[in-house]
């Protein structure tokens, strides 16, 4: 971890410096999967700051509920209950946790109102580090799949095969489908319905709330041209990427999509992983990459084990590529697995912009 650039965990109006975890080992027992790995450091303050939080008053001192989905309990509760012991030895609280298999609100009780948002400030820190854990079900996306934009790909990929014919490791089962063509605002964990919904009027509220006063109804023209890959060595490379032509039009873009994930961390339903989104489209990756018969490459330990390829000669032919010009004009609350009729990923919720 650079010590200069801690990882940043935002908890409504609360900032956190989040040290970083030990790898869990997932051939762990089933006892160790209560295990919650919260041994280390979180970087907490128990102070209460503005946080905007219902605590009830009761006859017995102080409540408080929190909504969370119940595959985080388990992680609440740790190992043989140790977790849950802790928090409330720590706060002074009593921590209510609806049975296996039960949902419904965990419940904070007690009898000073500092210890009960101390209890669910930590709860909170928990579920967070458990979400990261988790794989993620859904993410934003903005279409980059127009008519036109598909044929410049198309005209691109069979350039490509024909002039890089032999060059190791590059074949069409490596390039994206051209109608999955995206730029990827951020990830999301959603565990439950309600977590969808609420993602969903994160969403709709991102139009009125940050993408009008930006971009003030006019339209989003960006420019896709260049290649760029994600490693240091262009003989070994597993992504190859198109870029976004510099100008105002990519800062807007770009002050949208970044205000969109600060909304959305804000919430608690995704981790920011980096002071800015990295604006890109994917369009080879050697995770997509078959076998001759076209089934997906073995699975290593649960991994895919990827084979890179050498995009030398590749980026010297085709490394300013033109793609053209395209109007953004939606963006969606995209699921992980699951195809639309028109070949997208499957839509749980869009805004259409400007």
Not at 125 to 142: K, N
Not at 181 to 191: D, E, F, N, Q
Not at 197 to 208: D, F, G, P, S, T
Not at 251 to 276: C, H
Request: glycine fraction near 6%.
């Amino acid at each position: 971890m650079d010590v200069l650039r801690p990882q940043i965990i935002r908890i409504g109006d609360r900032c956190y410096r989040k040290n970083p975890t030990l790898e869990r080992d997932i051939t762990a027992d089933e006892e160790d999967e209560y295990d919650d790995g919260n041994s280390q450091d979180f970087g907490y303050c128990d102070e209460v700051c503005d946080l905007k939080t219902s605590v009830e008053e009761t006859d017995g001192g102080f409540q408080l509920k929190l909504e969370i989905p119940s595959t985080f309990f388990k992680h609440i509760i740790g190992r043989k209950a140790e977790t849950k012991r802790r928090l409330e030895t720590e706060t002074r609280t009593q921590i209510r946790i609806p049975k296996n298999g039960q949902e419904g609100p965990i419940v904070i009780q007690g009898h000073d109102r500092k210890g009960v948002i101390s209890a669910k400030t930590r709860i909170d820190l928990i579920v967070d580090g458990a979400r990261q854990r988790e794989p993620f079900t859904h993410f934003l996306s903005i279409p980059i799949n127009s008519s036109k934009m598909q044929e410049s790909f198309a005209e691109f990929r069979t350039d490509v095969l024909r002039e890089c014919d032999g060059e190791r490791g590059i074949d069409s089962s490596i390039f994206q489908k051209l109608q999955k063509l995206h730029l990827t605002i951020g990830i999301l964990a959603l565990m439950d319905d309600k977590e969808v919904h609420n993602a969903e009027q994160l969403l709709n509220e991102c139009k009125e709330d940050l993408i009008e006063p930006i971009l003030k109804s006019e339209p989003l023209l960006i420019h896709l041209r260049g290649l760029e890959y994600m490693n240091d060595d262009p003989r070994a490379v597993d992504v190859m990427y198109a870029k976004i032509d510099p100008g105002e039009n990519l800062d807007k873009l770009q002050m949208v999509v970044d205000r969109i994930v600060d909304k959305f961390t804000s919430a608690g339903v995704m981790t920011q992983e980096y002071d800015r989104v990295k604006l890109h489209v994917t369009i080879m990756n050697t995770l997509f990459r078959r076998d001759p018969t076209g089934a997906p490459m073995q699975k290593q330990k649960g991994k895919v084990e990827r084979e890179s390829f050498d995009a030398y000669n590749l980026i010297k032919r085709f490394g300013n590529y033109d793609f053209g010009e395209y109007c953004v004009d939606k963006i969606h609350l995209s699921q992980k697995h699951g195809t639309a009729c028109d070949g997208y990923y499957f839509c749980t919720s869009s805004i259409n912009i400007p």
